[in-house]
């Protein structure tokens, strides 16, 4: 089974802190996306990744920074949190083949931001 | 740009009845749709899909209808069960050279399930 990790499911941080979200994925998957997910606005893509070192900014990007440097690993970085990045962030992965829209998520990691 | 949206945003049913979970997209280019379930405490899992040259596909339990006319997808699930209860979203995944990787989510309907 695929298995999407993200490395925190709850954190708490103040204003101005750098933050960092890891998410590793064990399929070798290509692509790979950050979510933020807020009630009554559904799922908005912050970023995604085609492949290792490849970036590519959402509907969502400011405020947020990534890094792909392995191909399993894609993290999500606040560098200075603010109270309006407090939701809940899902990391997903998928095959690239062009014609799939399948998504394998992690369980999320929730941020409050003080 | 496009959006997808849904009709309700809660559905409360009771064990065994059927249920039907609607959405809407403005965007008639689309040509590939996906809904997800999100269960309390867990990211969203692939249910189903459908292809934009199919009206109808069906899975164990779940059936997708696809009315290209009036731009609407449905989310049918058969004796709905307890385990059912989550938040069903529904993806669009455009066609387009650009953005092939990029899904839009709808906001999401949660479905309760009475025992």
């Known amino acids: 089974d695929v298995k999407v990790t993200q490395s925190s499911r709850y954190l708490v941080k103040r204003t101005g802190e750098k933050v960092f979200l890891e998410c590793v994925q064990d399929?070798?998957?290509?692509?790979m996306f950050w979510y933020r997910q807020d009630p009554g606005l559904g799922l908005r893509l912050i970023y995604f990744?085609?492949?290792?070192?490849?970036?590519e900014k959402g509907d969502i990007p400011e405020g947020y920074s990534v890094s792909r440097e392995k191909k399993e690993r894609f993290s999500l970085i606040l560098e200075s949190a603010s109270t309006n990045q407090t939701s809940m962030y899902l990391c997903?992965?998928?095959?690239?083949?062009?014609?799939?829209?399948?998504?394998?998520f992690g369980e999320g990691s929730r941020l409050t931001v003080l | 740009g496009e959006s997808v949206g849904l009709h309700l945003p809660t559905l409360s049913v009771q064990e065994g009845d059927n249920s039907i979970i609607n959405c809407a997209y403005s965007?008639?280019?689309?040509?590939?749709f996906i809904w997800y379930k999100q269960e309390s405490g867990k990211g969203p899992q692939f249910i189903i899909d459908?292809?934009?040259?199919?009206d109808k596909r069906q899975g164990q339990r779940v059936t997708v209808l696809l009315n290209k006319t009036v731009k609407h997808l449905s989310l049918q699930i058969a004796a709905t069960q307890p385990g059912d209860s989550a938040v069903y979203f529904c993806?669009?995944?455009?066609?387009?050279?650009?953005?092939?990787?990029?899904?839009?989510f709808g906001k999401g309907t949660l479905l309760t399930v009475n025992p």
């Open positions: 997903a992965s998928r095959y690239r083949e062009r014609n799939t829209g399948e998504l394998f």
């Open positions: 399929m070798d998957h290509e692509n």
């Open positions: 990744s085609y492949d290792v070192k490849m970036k």
């Open positions: 965007n008639s280019a689309s040509d590939y």
């Open positions: 459908i292809r934009s040259n199919m």
């Open positions: 993806a669009e995944f455009p066609w387009s050279g650009g953005s092939n990787y990029k899904l839009t």
